[in-house]
């Protein structure tokens, strides 16, 4: 990467050429939106210990100063990426905007403060059958099955194979009991990275994305997404650059075969992974920096 001509080159679409090049133009007007797992934090085994990749925070002051805004959305709650991130107080990051549950709850850096309508009903009647649901699948044999459920502040609950003997087989036949137990309770499932989520219906990454863009009346947008509910996001820049508006997307790759090859088809731009994503967000700010 290095010299913003390089990254100018790099898109390997004619779309996210052009996308880039209309970024680089006004980057005072860009907004960049990133996801949190797998794109700005390592994939790890336990949720809990996930945390921002080494260099994330540094380039993020560098870049939001000079864009519009940065906006991380994410599926986590709002505090939990806010504070695996490390993103509380920090000079140079008073304009970014984390926007968790897909959307649905919303964090500034300028007032700290938290927006998140009331818990949907569902989640904690949901919550409360995942034990008995998981024991009998026999998938966790006679492991404790709480560790593979993430309760997430009560606005939706998580399910991780990812520490079965067998991840994905048992994502795969979890699929449809979750999705049985997910509609007697009037949720949706999530799918991602050997895990199903259940959550409220209403919001997506794509919704999310659209809306801000608007809101902040962005230039250009550049979306880096690394899971399944990227996907909504991407759908959104398409339809944004269908409007006029430029955009690039992007796909951080670390982790191969979980199910999200979609992602990679579908970028302009594929980065190895947090380290590609830090990389390019510092380029993207050096670019911007020799902007006219
Ligand atoms: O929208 P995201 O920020 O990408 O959040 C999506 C899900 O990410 C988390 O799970 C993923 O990361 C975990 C930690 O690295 C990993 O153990 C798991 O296998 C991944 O799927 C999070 O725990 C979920 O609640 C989010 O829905």
Request: proline residues 8%; charged residues 20%.
């Amino acid at each position: 990467m290095g010299s913003p001509e390089n990254l100018l080159a790099q898109p390997m679409t004619e779309a996210g050429r052009a996308g880039l090049a209309g970024f680089l133009a006004r980057p005072a007007d860009a907004v960049v939106a990133l996801d949190f797992d797998g794109t700005l934090a390592g994939i790890v085994p336990d949720p809990e210990q996930a945390r921002a990749h080494p260099g994330v925070v540094q380039a993020l002051t560098r870049l939001a100063p000079l864009l519009r805004a940065v906006v991380v959305i994410t599926g986590r709650p709002a505090e939990t990426a806010v504070r695996l991130g490390g993103f509380t107080a920090v000079d140079g990051l008073d304009r970014l905007v984390v926007l968790g549950h897909y959307g649905a709850e919303r964090w500034e850096a300028a007032t700290g403060r938290i927006e998140a309508p009331a818990p949907p009903p569902g989640v904690a009647a949901a919550t409360a059958e995942l034990p008995g649901l998981l024991e009998r699948s026999g998938a966790w044999q006679d492991r404790p099955v709480d560790a593979a459920i993430e309760t997430k502040g009560g606005r939706a609950v998580a399910v991780h194979t990812r520490r079965t003997a067998d991840p994905q087989g048992t994502f795969e036949a979890l699929r449809a009991p979750l999705a049985a137990l997910a509609e007697r309770h009037g949720l949706i499932v999530e799918p991602g990275r050997f895990v199903l989520e259940l959550r409220p219906p209403g919001v997506d990454k794509g919704v999310a994305l659209t809306s801000y863009v608007r809101e902040v009346d962005a230039g250009a947008v550049l979306y880096a997404g690394d899971d399944l509910g990227d996907l909504a996001a991407y759908a959104a820049v398409d339809a944004l650059r269908a409007e006029g508006l430029p955009g690039v997307l992007v796909c951080s790759s670390a982790t191969v075969g979980e199910g999200a090859e979609e992602l990679a088809d579908r970028a302009d731009l594929v980065v190895p992974g947090p380290a590609g994503v830090v990389e390019l967000l510092t380029a993207l700010a050096e670019a911007a920096m020799q902007a006219p």
